[in-house]
């Protein structure tokens, strides 16, 4: 967005020239005004504080190891001291059935799952892992996207064929098969990724960060690059050529500041998406890696105790749908802000 | 021979040559004839009398893929083929232990071998007709063994026929080793050395009977007209396989092939297990199929009183393991391998399999029941090694001190299947109670086991979780096939020897057992006996568990009788 200050002369004092409030100022009023989108942004950030408070929960609350398989432990509940999986019944004994929820903090508030693991540790962390990805993900698909998107928008011709093509054989894949692809191939490397020095081990939360992150690269870059042609043929930016700006000047000082907030209202959005991806690959195996845990794969390690201890999917999936619901309404909200429209709406009402 | 996960029974083996038949990973029969729980080798739900009639219905959450026999190499459709066709032979169509003895079928008796045990004359039975109405005769045979080649499928059965090594998918001809004259109505076999184990690979599926006719090619999902009691009327893998009587079958040996008392026997695919589970409860359907894996939270709902009739529990001869790579580090070490055996809490490992009520804690590669089976588990702590009762931690820990290699990374392989991750969960706590850096790596099932099985990707993995269920009972289809020299198969995915395990001297014992079992049976199971506890101190598996099988009838269902080899006998089923 051009940085255009506007000069008011404020009634009652000719005389003073007041410093008008820049797009970005007023975008940001616009937001701070948007109750919902507060409520949003303040819910996803409690959600992520709580998540990266994971090991002190686990430490000095639940004093549990979260990742550890805990299948033969006990726990303490009503004073008592219990086995954390329960034998079957009846004469048969078929069956054993994790312990469920207790309600009490220090000792498997949550219950445990399958494995002897404490679900509430297991659902902090695996926000922290769940929004490592989707956060991580999202900035990378957007800042490829981006340059990507500038590139082939600011020099067109052949290399903007052929960045777009790229993005559509990548789109054209179904989503979920390619990442499952990528993954297994990875998974079965035995050096995981190696760039250079640097080397990305199979059960590192990069794998499935980077792999979510090439997956989306093509949805962010089309309505940038789409921004990007706009932007090229508007007079300012024929006015730089005309003065002679190098490549470079034009697309990261004229063009970028004005197509990045398409990139700022896509990026919340994107989050809630890639969080989504993650957990749907973790459910099916490719995701985050144990002994990593993610929201994903503690639903998937659900599934089999869906009748007996459904919270042990439910407490993740409830936490996937609120980091989803508050940054698809934070995304609104900043593409309301960011949208002069949007705005007049807002401010009309 | 084969691993169970999720669909039925035998052999492991055969992800490496049909997809589809991997997926459908197999569960092997087992040799046990004793059962638990509440099930009984041969019982009656409820019904009070012989029922003939009705249509026998199973739920089965998916398919066993390419229909042709020659190829198809699962339990589940095993279990609908034995009623459908026969071979010269067949294991005893009966409940407990019993059902492993050979007895003739389409052969008058069991001859002798000559030829210092490398030729068999076959008598065949005359007035038998195919489904389709056609006459069977011994020329039926030639075609049958030709196709066991010309389809791809496990050939190495029959690969001791003389002939067989020219064969190919391309072509076969077995007529040195397959003679077959239809005056005489005899079938000569001839081998090019002798196989104590060749009437039981003749009693398996792939040697029964087809049409001279059948196409020398991969039939599909058309399954050939056999001679059995019933005959395909249709299968189709998205939706059902439906068996209807057979208008020419005549009882020739109720022993071999006894007529069946359901009119249709109908296997419906595509609903969740915890849906087969509701709908058997609810009397839609008569079986959740037995290699479903019922989920654990529904296995608790089975223990109610008003299903203790419905309920059968039956021990499998079959283990559930950790192969443990000899060829890499640590477990190129005789100790590193020691000691994770030490360390493995086999209790846990049970938990996750369902519970003490379906599986048992093994140190041994033979199961029991099991012939050549002494109990026998050096890994546990206290004095008694006849049996595993608790990890012995600091025997563990001083030997991976020992072996100098504590601080080693492992990667343990296993599928993303429910079962087979948290084992591999299990098993990476174990590793890292004891000083090593253990983490997972979980593929798809139909790509882990031929993925731990070629020796390119041995660098890869440390430990692999894999499973084998019996293909007949007879102690080298669980040493020898998987713990012998002559396994490795190098830059295979059918190399079952894992571990890639080789002993020489274990080797050359296991040899003089297989060769034993023709003359001296006893002698030669006490060799096998022997050879089971030395690859055992040898530790090339952590072996976990002896998996025990459910079978959920409906209320309607009675007769139920379980068969070491082919499990459930669903033929002799009574639907009220």
């Known amino acids: 967005m051009a940085a255009v200050l506007e000069e008011v002369t404020a009634a009652g004092d000719p005389g003073q020239a007041v410093a008008g409030r820049s797009p970005w100022a007023l975008a940001g009023r616009q937001l701070l005004r948007n109750r919902l989108a507060m409520a949003s942004l303040a819910l996803f950030l409690l959600i992520v504080v709580a998540c990266f408070l994971a090991p002190f929960y686990a430490k000095h609350i639940a004093h549990v190891d979260a990742f550890a398989n805990n299948i033969n432990g006990t726990t303490i509940v009503n004073g008592k001291k219990v086995p954390l999986m329960e034998a079957g019944g009846g004469t048969l004994h078929l069956g054993v059935t994790p312990i469920g929820p207790t309600w009490d903090p220090a000792h498997y508030f949550l219950g445990a799952d399958s494995q002897g693991r404490d679900v509430m540790a297991l659902v902090l962390y695996g926000g922290r892992a769940s929004l490592l990805v989707g956060i991580g993900s999202a900035a990378i698909a957007c800042l490829a996207a981006t340059i990507l998107a500038l590139i082939a928008g600011f020099f067109g011709g052949t290399v903007d064929a052929l960045l777009s093509r790229i993005m559509d054989l990548i789109w054209a894949f179904p989503v979920i098969l390619l990442a499952i692809c990528i993954g297994t191939e990875l998974l079965t490397s035995s050096n995981g990724l190696q760039f250079g020095p640097i080397h990305i081990v199979a059960t590192s939360l990069w794998l499935p960060t980077l792999i979510i992150a090439v997956i989306y690269v093509p949805y962010v870059y089309r309505p940038i690059r789409g921004h990007v042609l706009t932007v090229i043929n508007k007079e300012y930016a024929e006015a730089a050529i005309a003065l002679g700006a190098s490549n470079l000047r034009l697309m990261f000082s004229d063009i970028l500041p004005n197509v990045v907030s398409v990139v700022i209202v896509l990026f919340p959005l994107m989050i809630a998406t890639t969080i989504f991806t993650e957990a749907a690959l973790s459910f099916l195996g490719v995701g985050v890696q144990p002994p990593n845990v993610s929201w994903g794969t503690i639903i998937s390690d659900g599934q089999q105790l869906l009748y007996t201890r459904p919270i042990v999917s439910i407490a993740p999936g409830i936490m996937i749908v609120l980091t989803v619901l508050a940054l698809n309404v934070l995304g609104d909200g900043i593409r309301d802000a960011l949208d002069p429209r949007a705005k007049l709406r807002v401010e009309g009402q | ?576």
């Open chain 2, 1 to 576: 021979m084969s691993r169970a996960v999720r669909s039925p029974l035998r052999g492991r083996k055969l992800y490496t040559w049909s997809t589809a038949v991997a997926i459908a990973a197999l569960v092997g029969a087992a040799g046990c004839g004793g059962s638990s729980g509440s099930s009984s080798s041969s019982s009656s739900s409820s019904a009070t009398g012989a029922q003939k009639g009705g249509t026998y219905t199973i739920l089965a959450n998916s398919a066993f893929g390419v229909a042709d026999p020659a190829q198809n190499y699962t339990l589940q459709e095993w279990q609908l083929l034995i009623d459908t066709h026969d071979g010269l032979v067949q294991f005893n169509r009966v409940g407990g232990t019993a059902g492993t003895k050979i007895v003739p079928d389409l052969a008058t008796s069991l001859p002798q071998p000559t030829n210092g045990g490398k030729t068999y004359v076959f008598h065949i039975r005359k007035g038998i007709k195919f489904s389709n109405g056609q006459v069977m005769k011994p020329s039926d045979f030639v075609t049958t063994f030709e196709r066991q080649f010309t389809v791809p499928g496990p050939t190495s059965f029959y690969s001791g026929i003389i002939g067989a090594d020219k064969c190919s998918t391309k072509g076969c001809d077995l007529s040195q080793g397959v003679v077959a004259n239809d005056s005489a109505y005899t079938l000569t076999i001839n081998l090019t050395a002798p196989d104590p184990e060749f009437f039981d690979k003749l009693a398996l599926p792939f040697a029964y009977v087809v049409p001279a006719g059948t196409s020398k090619k991969l039939t599909g999902n058309n399954v050939p007209p056999g001679t059995g009691p019933y005959m395909w009327q249709s299968y189709n893998p998205n939706s059902e396989a439906v068996l209807v009587r057979n208008p020419y079958f005549k009882v020739w040996s109720a022993a071999a092939q006894p007529a069946g008392y359901p009119d249709k026997i109908v296997e419906k695919y595509g609903l969740p297990i915890s849906e087969e589970v509701t709908q058997v409860q609810n009397g839609q359907a008569d079986e959740v199929f037995d290699g479903d894996v019922i989920p654990s939270d529904r296995l608790a709902e089975l223990n109610g009183a008003q299903f203790v009739n419905q309920v059968h529990v039956n021990p499998l001869t079959a283990d559930w393991y950790m192969a443990l790579n000899t060829k890499t580090a640590p477990f190129n070490n005789l100790k590193a391998r020691q000691a994770i055996n030490f360390a493995a809490d086999r209790n846990a490992y049970v938990k996750i399999a369902g519970g003490p009520s379906l599986g048992v804690p093994t140190c041994q590669i033979l199961p029991p029941n099991f012939p050549g089976y002494k109990p026998y588990c050096p890994y546990t702590a206290g004095s008694d090694h006849t049996k595993w009762t608790a990890p012995d931690i600091a025997k563990a820990k001083q030997l991976v001190q020992q072996s100098g290699t504590a601080g080693m990374k492992v990667v343990v392989n296993s599928a993303t299947d429910e079962t087979s991750k948290a084992l591999a969960l299990q098993m990476v706590s174990d590793l890292n109670k004891i000083g090593y850096k253990a983490s997972t790596q979980l593929l798809t099932g139909s790509i882990q086991y031929p993925f731990v099985q070629n020796s390119n990707n041995s660098k890869k993995w440390q430990v692999a979780w894999s499973a084998w269920y019996q293909d007949y009972p007879v102690p080298s289809d669980f040493l020898n096939v998987l713990l012998g020299c002559g396994s490795i198969h190098p830059g295979s995915d059918a190399s079952p020897n894992i571990a890639a395990f080789c002993d020489q001297a274990i080797q050359a014992k296991m040899t003089q057992a297989s060769n034993m079992q023709l003359t001296n049976l006893a002698g030669a199971n006490e060799l096998w006996a022997q050879v089971d506890h030395e690859v055992t101190d040898q530790a090339p598996w952590v072996d976990l568990y002896n998996p025990k099988q459910i079978d959920f009838l409906s209320k309607r269902v009675g007769n139920y009788q379980w068969n070491p080899q082919w499990y459930i006998l669903i033929d002799q089923l009574w639907v009220q």
